[in-house]
């Protein structure tokens, strides 16, 4: 039995439960209880704050968990970074009014800066030589130049909605984040073996995604040139119709060449096509 720990509630963890269905782990969420077993592998799910989980997985009272990158690095715990899973996408960014002038990072040197993120402002700050006061503040980060508490903030971004809406500029982007795999170090072999096998899965999930399975028809003579508009492809399927002549060709197309390559082979004579979705590519 393995044990990962994820959000409560927040904006990862919607994501990190689909991820586990997806992987084939159905678990009951956080609304019922804060351990749940899964019922098809052999795992437990721990609900924690997401600050919370660097701190539970160092300690090895969770295996593994799922968070951003922003609150490893904050809380630089000893963990092992396993698996980026490519949601939860942002940045952590300095931002000053958009009125002022921002000539580079020497603007800092006597600032005060607001943030959540006070550990990795400060080893940024002492890496360039800048010398700022941090001022922690556990949210409404973006709100502290404007009431008087700050000259500026190192926060979340994602849209740069919420910087406009406050009116904020962002000047310096400091670390790109997104959520992550950890592990325990030193892991015993019956979890290192779990491990892998979610991992396999993890990515079978990942890899399958943005793609599509695509069905058509097309005579005989055109198929060279079917292979010459599908590059990439390893080989396509080739089975024959019943039809005299004609073939069937199967092929998994990435969605953002969908059209472009839908289009070429409808010009030289492909009929029939059905694209489906595909839900996992396995190697
Ligand atoms: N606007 C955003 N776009 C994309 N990802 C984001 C955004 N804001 C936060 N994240 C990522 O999602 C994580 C969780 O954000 P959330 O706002 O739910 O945290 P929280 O309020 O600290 O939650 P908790 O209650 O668990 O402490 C962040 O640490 C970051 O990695
Ligand atoms: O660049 P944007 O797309 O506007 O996203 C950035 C905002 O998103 C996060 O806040 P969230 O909406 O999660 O609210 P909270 O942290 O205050 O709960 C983060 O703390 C920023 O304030
Ligand atoms: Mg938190």
Known sequence: MIRIAIQAKGRLNEESIALLKEAGISIEDSKRKLLAKSEDFPIEVLYLRDDDIPQAVAMGVADLGIVGLNEVEEKNFNVT???????????????????????????????????????????????????????????????????????????????????????????????????????????????????????????????????????????????????????????PTILPLAQEGWSSIHVVINERELWSKIEQLKAIGAEDILVLSLEKMIR
Request: with cysteine.
């Open 81 to 235: 970074l396993t698996h980026k899973l490519g949601f939860g996408k942002c940045r952590i960014s300095l931002a000053v009014p958009k009125t002022e002038t921002y000539p580079g990072l020497e603007y800092f040197n006597g600032k005060r800066v607001a943030t959540s993120y006070p550990a990795i402002l400060s080893r940024f700050f002492t890496e360039k030589g800048i010398s700022a006061e941090i001022h922690e503040i556990a949210g409404s980060v973006e709100i502290a130049p404007s009431v008087g508490m700050a000259d500026a903030i190192f926060d979340i971004v994602s849209s740069g909605g919420t910087l406009v809406t406050n009116g904020l500029k962002e000047v310096e982007k400091v670390l790109f984040s997104e959520a992550v795999l950890i592990a325990t170090p030193n892991l015993d072999e019956e979890k290192r073996q779990l491990l892998g096998q979610l991992l396999f899965r993890f990515e079978a999930v990942e890899r399958s995604k943005g793609m599509k399975y695509v069905l058509l028809n097309l005579p005989h003579d055109k198929i060279a040139e079917a292979i010459e508009i599908l590059p990439g492809m390893k080989s």
